[in-house]
């Protein structure tokens, strides 16, 4: 279906498409199995002026918003989700720079994010604190012209490889959720360590590490926004973080599809290609439907992002995360089924899909509490208009 | 430097047609990009103009109007400038005829933005094949050409070293500008487009010529002008699979073949 894009939309798809076709494809299997950073994609990425799809002009991107960064992630995630995270790891530590960040914070950052020359990264999550990010006790304590930070993050995206972090430290244990404060951390500052890498399940190619602070000093002129409003910029981001999360799992939904499909077609058994067969016919018609659903809901919410038609897009980012992921599972299990016993052999492209599709249902917020914030807003919007009152 | 590349829009397929009246390639209708090895001479110009400060890329091309499209593209890859040579006059045109046409066209860039130093071209198209064409066009302009480049080994304004590909072996030859090279697809590997640059390419404003703009003799251009008789074109019939030489081990087959070849005397 012809979705409309504008020629720099159809511009970033051709180019991205050709990278991911030509460059991506050919080296992803590798490192899936080793789990080493693909670097050679990084300089390939930055050269086609990727990173910077989403960041405004003064700062040296290309001005677009939230779609094009979709149509790049979307675009690498049809052949692997784990080097869709260079740029949409480094979107996420970039975000909230974009929209918390003061001046001088922005001209020192952003540049070399929408270039690439330097990865973004964000952390929020602790060994303790997950879905419940109140829980958080990491620690910044201000001394002067300083913050001292102190305690541990775990699953940091982009972790050793990106050079600018945003992360979360309370800066008021006693206050709680209202304590939490953001602060962007470079790599090699004194104090702050690489831990241990995790060994994953899927997005192998996107390296995931612990984050030890030790008394780590960072200027107090790194603290994004005001103290105490931390859990703010960590929201607004995921506003418009998750349609990115929304596409990669589209992503992966469609490069399942397309593999199987291709596959279907060609493998014969009694005598006839497999997809003559209705049983594999109706799986390939319920994954395309799935799939249209999914990218004419994400390409119309984040369309209306970048027109701001409305001040907050929590619930419609929050949905269209929860309904992409939730159909890369489902289009990823049916596309291994379809291909038999090859489906599940790790030197066919398609359980790779699979393993990668679980993440989009767990990360920048697990699904259930997609669902929770969804039923919040629904609740929220039903007290305003009086639903159900007589 | 100037340096001007030339370039043609061919069909993006391996499954070339043939129109059977005229024995010329049939082009309505078929999906077209850059000629493969038209690639790597785009790509080599771009590079050189990157090793030599102040340097220009001009980009030509003899073609109907869907050709701008290439034009488009070599501008997102580096090109700075673009012309397009284009009249119903020029269809059908042989190599004899092409290569004079692509001739006028490089003397009336010279002109209009300055002298020519390196002209790239790419060893051949993949739908005609001859690789005539750039010979042919430093023929015209009594230039000095090598053909066959796998390596540009040195450039400097007055001169350009490079590497010839022989069958046993290379040649270095220097060449004083200016002067004519087409080049092999082992020179380098072709850049992808950027974001940027396809922008650009699309805001690029491309200038076109027909015959009388550049100054074309009638008597040499298009079918009419070019001295090739066609006597019978055909499609040659596609490839057969060849033989299988099943067996056990890689021993075995490599013994079978051995003994197939000592039956039809080969070895």
């Known amino acids: 279906m012809d979705y409309e894009l504008t020629e720099q939309q159809q511009a970033i798809v051709d180019i991205t498409r050709e990278i991911a076709q030509k460059k991506i494809k050919p080296v992803r299997e590798h490192y899936d199995k080793t789990e080493e950073y693909p670097w050679e994609i990084v300089e390939e990425l930055r050269k086609a002026d990727l990173f910077g799809v989403y960041i405004p002009e003064q700062y040296g991107g290309l001005g677009g918003g939230a779609f094009d960064l979709v149509l790049v992630v979307e675009e690498i995630s049809k052949v692997c989700a784990g080097m869709a995270l260079i740029i949409a790891g480094t979107a996420l530590g970039a975000y909230p720079i974009i929209l918390h960040g003061n001046e001088e914070q922005k001209k020192k950052y952003l540049p070399d994010l929408a270039t690439g020359k330097r990865l973004g990264a964000f952390t929020i999550t602790e060994p303790d604190a997950g879905s419940d990010a109140t829980a958080a006790k990491a620690t910044a304590r201000l001394e002067g012209d300083h913050y001292v930070l102190n305690g541990t993050k775990v699953y940091c995206t982009n972790g050793k490889a990106a050079e600018i972090y945003t992360l979360f430290f309370s800066t008021n244990p006693s206050r709680g959720a209202r304590g939490v404060s953001a602060f962007i951390v470079e790599k090699g500052t004194p104090g702050f360590e690489f831990g241990r890498k995790e060994e994953k399940m899927g997005i192998r190619a996107s390296p995931t590490y612990q984050l030890e602070f030790n008394n780590c000093k960072i200027p107090k002129e790194n603290l994004l926004g005001k103290e105490g409003l931390g859990l703010l910029v960590a929201q607004s981001t995921f506003d418009v973080s998750r349609p990115g999360v929304a596409g990669q799992a589209l992503g992966i939904a469609t490069g399942a599809m397309e593999e199987a499909f291709a596959y279907a077609r060609m493998r014969k058994q009694f005598g006839q290609p497999v997809i003559s067969f209705q049983a594999m016919q109706h799986k390939l018609a319920n994954m395309a439907m799935d799939i249209e659903a999914s990218r004419a809901f994400l390409y119309s919410v984040a369309r209306a992002m970048d027109k701001k038609t409305q001040k907050r897009y929590t619930k419609e980012s929050a949905m269209v995360k929860c309904f992409c992921s939730d159909v890369a599972m489902r289009v990823t299990i049916e596309a291994v089924q379809m291909c038999g016993g090859i489906g599940y052999m790790r030197d066919f492209p398609v359980e790779k899909f699979m393993r990668d599709a679980k993440i989009t249902q767990i990360y920048e917020g697990t699904n259930e509490v ?3 914030e969804i039923a919040m807003h629904l609740i929220k919007e039903a007290a305003q208009t009086g639903l159900g009152k007589k | 430097m100037h340096i001007i590349v030339c370039i043609k829009q061919t069909p993006a397929t391996a499954n070339i047609q043939i129109d059977p009246t005229t024995g010329t390639l049939k082009r309505e209708g078929m999906a077209a990009e850059i000629n493969p090895f038209d690639k790597y001479a785009l790509e080599e110009a771009v590079r050189l103009k990157e090793r030599v400060p102040g340097s220009t890329v001009s980009v030509v091309t003899m073609g109907p109007p869907q050709a701008e499209e290439a034009l488009r593209e070599a501008i997102g ?24 046409t692509i001739h006028m066209a490089i003397k009336k860039i010279a002109e209009v933005k300055k002298p020519f130093d390196v002209i790239l071209c790419g060893k051949q198209t993949n739908d005609g094949d001859t690789g005539h064409v750039g010979p042919g066009v430093a023929s015209w302009l009594n230039i000095p050409n090598v053909a066959y480049v ?32 087409s080049v092999v697809k082992e020179i380098n590997e072709p850049r992808l487009a950027s974001l940027k640059g396809k922008m650009a390419a699309k805001k690029a404003v491309i200038t076109k010529w027909d015959a009388a703009a550049i100054g074309a003799d009638k008597s040499k251009i298009g079918l009419s002008g070019s001295p090739t008789i066609v006597s019978k074109s055909f499609n040659p019939p596609p490839r057969k699979g060849g033989e299988k030489i099943d067996g056990a081990t890689a021993q075995e087959k490599a013994k079978k073949l051995v003994a197939k070849l000592r039956e039809m005397k080969l070895i």
């Open chain 2, 150 to 181: 796998g390596k540009v080994e040195d450039v400097k304004p007055e001169a350009i070293r490079v590497r010839r590909m022989m069958e046993d072996g290379y040649d270095i030859l220097e060449l004083p500008t200016p002067c004519l090279i």
């Open chain 1, 370 to 372: 997609q669902r929770n």
């Open chain 2, 77 to 100: 890859l580096g090109c700075d400038d673009a012309y397009h040579v284009t009249d119903r006059a020029f269809a059908g045109a042989d190599t004899w005829a092409t290569s004079y």
